[in-house]
C-alpha cells in the first residue's frame, strides 16, 4: 500500500500562486509515476500532471502548461505542484496519485482545497 497526504491547499486571489505538496509513504519502491489531478464541484475529475520517479519527464494538461510546474524531492518522499498565475477556474480540490504508469494511478490522496477568488 502506498499513503498519500496532500497539503498547501487554501483561498488566493486571481493571479496568485500556491504550492500543493504530497508526502507518500509505504511501498513507495512500486511507484513510476506520481500525479496530480483536480476535481471542479459539478464536473469529472481531470489530469493537471505527473512526474516520472527520477523527475526527469513531466506532462501536462494543455490548460496548465506555463502555469504550473511539478517537482519532486526524493529524499522526502514528496511530489510538489507550483501553480502560478492562478484563475477562478483552477477552483478545484487537487487530488495526488501515485500508481504504475502516466496514465494508470492506483493510490489517491485525500484532496486538498483551492479557491481562487478574483
Known amino acids: 500500500q502506498v499513503r498519500l497526504v496532500e497539503s498547501g491547499g487554501g483561498v488566493v486571489q486571481d493571479g496568485g500562486s500556491l504550492r500543493l505538496s504530497c508526502a507518500a509513504s509505504g511501498r513507495i519502491f512500486s511507484i513510476n509515476a506520481m500525479g496530480w489531478f483536480r476535481q471542479a464541484p459539478g464536473k469529472e475529475r481531470e489530469f493537471v500532471g505527473a512526474?516520472?520517479?527520477?523527475?526527469?519527464?513531466?506532462t501536462y494538461a494543455d490548460f496548465v502548461k506555463g502555469r504550473f510546474s511539478i517537482s519532486r524531492d526524493r529524499a522526502k518522499n514528496t511530489v510538489y505542484l507550483q501553480m502560478n498565475s492562478l484563475k477562478s477556474d483552477d477552483t478545484a480540490v487537487y487530488y495526488c496519485a501515485a500508481g504504475l504508469t502516466f496514465s494508470k494511478y492506483d493510490y489517491w490522496g485525500q484532496g486538498t482545497q483551492v479557491t481562487v477568488s478574483s
Open positions: 512526474i516520472s520517479p527520477t523527475g526527469v519527464s513531466t
